[in-house]
T-cell receptor, first 114, second 110 residues
Framework: EAQVTQNPRYLITVTGKKLTVTCSQN?????MSWYRQDPGLGLRQIYY???????DKGDVPEGYKVSRKEKRNFPLILESPSPNQTSLYFC?????????????FGAGTRLSVL | GESVGLHLPTLSVQEGDNSIINCAYS??????FIWYKQESGKGPQFIID?????DKRQGQRVTVLLNKTVKHLSLQIAATQPGDSAVYFC?????????FGTGTSLTVIP
């Protein structure tokens, strides 16, 4: 089944403790992206990648890192999480390198930073 | 950042009626637009998209209209069903980035 898989689905952590949220897609898509969703603010793009080894900042990249060593994986790294990073996170992928295509979203990761 | 807004945060319609959800965008450089549906506890799901060289696009029970003059996008759902109850987002693409609206919550009354 074609899908975008995020892990974990739920995570509670403490301020400053490094964490990684994994994202994997099995559709051979070039474009991958991370979003955070907060009440009243909609989805905001954190980082995106147009292909392997190519990553770019989105609208709200501060406090986050990403890597794209393989086409299928696009992990989101929080080196030193803070409470304002408590949010619902979504990974998405789409065919092509421009992003101007249908994005397929994962089921989301709900993160709480205490 | 870009501003993609929705005219109404909530919308209630009777089952069988048509629904119209509106969206305004601010950047005339936007050249690709998508409507997503998000059900509770799930990720956004693609509904329909439209490129800036088009004014209208139709899918199954859904139509998207794009008015570039006033930077306005609308989603029309025909014969709305209970399964259409969800939050609907519009998104615009500029370059390689996406900007989402804050969403409209659609409730279908049986």
């Amino acid at each position: 089944e074609a899908q975008v898989t995020q892990n974990p689905r739920y995570l509670i952590t403490v301020t400053g403790k490094k964490l990684t949220v994994t994202c994997s897609q099995n559709m051979n898509h070039e474009y991958m992206s991370w979003y955070r969703q907060d009440p009243g603010l909609g989805l905001r793009q954190i980082y995106y990648s147009m292909n392997v080894e190519v990553t770019d900042k989105g609208d709200v990249p501060e406090g986050y890192k990403v890597s794209r060593k393989e086409k299928r994986n696009f992990p989101l790294i929080l080196e030193s999480p803070s409470p304002n990073q408590t949010s619902l996170y979504f990974c998405a992928s789409s065919p092509g390198t421009s992003g101007k295509n249908i994005q397929y979203f994962g089921a989301g990761t709900r993160l709480s930073v205490l | 950042g870009e501003s993609v807004g929705l005219h109404l945060p909530t919308l209630s319609v009777q089952e069988g009626d048509n629904s119209i959800i509106n969206c305004a965008y601010s950047n005339s450089a936007s050249d690709y637009f998508i409507w997503y549906k998000q059900e509770s506890g799930k990720g956004p799901q693609f509904i329909i998209d439209i490129r800036s060289n088009m004014d209208k696009r139709q899918g199954q029970r859904v139509t998207v209209l794009l008015n570039k003059t006033v930077k306005h996008l609308s989603l029309q759902i025909a014969a709305t069903q209970p399964g259409d109850s969800a939050v609907y987002f519009c998104a615009e693409n500029i370059g390689n980035q996406f900007y989402f609206g804050t969403g409209t919550s659609l409730t279908v009354i049986p």
